[in-house]
Nanobody
C-alpha cells in the first residue's frame, strides 16, 4: 500500500495550487482520505478529509472557504484545491488513508501515509 502526494511548490500569497494523492496497487475508494500538514516544531494537523462512501468532507477552520477536497475514482486520485493561499499555509502536506466509513478527524487514526510535498507561500 503506497500513497503518493504531489503538486506542491512555491507560490505567492493569493495564488493557487492543486495537490494530488494517488495510490499504487489498491483503490482509494474504500478509504477516507485526508490531507494533513506539518511545520517544524508543530504537530501534524488534519487540514481536510473526504469520507469513503457518502463523500462527507471536513476542513479545519483556517482553510474553510479556500480549500476544496475532491475524489476522482476513475483516476484513483484525491485532490486538494488550494486557493487564496496565505503564508501561514506554508508546510509539508501529506495525504493519508483510513479504512472504513466516516471521516478521519485525528491524525492518530490514519492507517497509511504518503510522503510529503512542500508548499511554500511567499508574502
Amino acid at each position: 500500500v503506497q500513497l503518493q502526494a504531489s503538486g506542491g511548490g512555491l507560490v505567492q500569497a493569493g495564488g493557487s495550487l492543486r495537490l494530488s494523492c494517488t495510490a499504487s496497487g489498491f483503490t482509494l475508494d474504500p478509504y477516507a482520505i485526508g490531507w494533513l500538514r506539518q511545520v517544524p516544531g508543530k504537530e501534524r494537523e488534519v487540514v481536510s478529509c473526504v469520507s469513503s462512501r457518502d463523500l462527507e468532507t471536513l476542513y479545519t477552520d483556517s482553510v474553510q472557504g479556500r480549500f476544496t477536497i475532491s475524489r476522482d475514482s476513475a483516476r484513483n486520485t484525491v485532490f486538494l484545491q488550494m486557493n487564496n493561499l496565505k503564508p501561514e499555509d506554508t508546510a509539508v502536506y501529506y495525504c493519508a488513508a483510513r479504512a472504513g466509513p466516516g471521516l478521519a478527524r485525528s491524525r492518530a487514526i490514519y492507517d497509511y501515509w504518503g510522503q510529503g510535498t512542500q508548499v511554500t507561500v511567499s508574502s
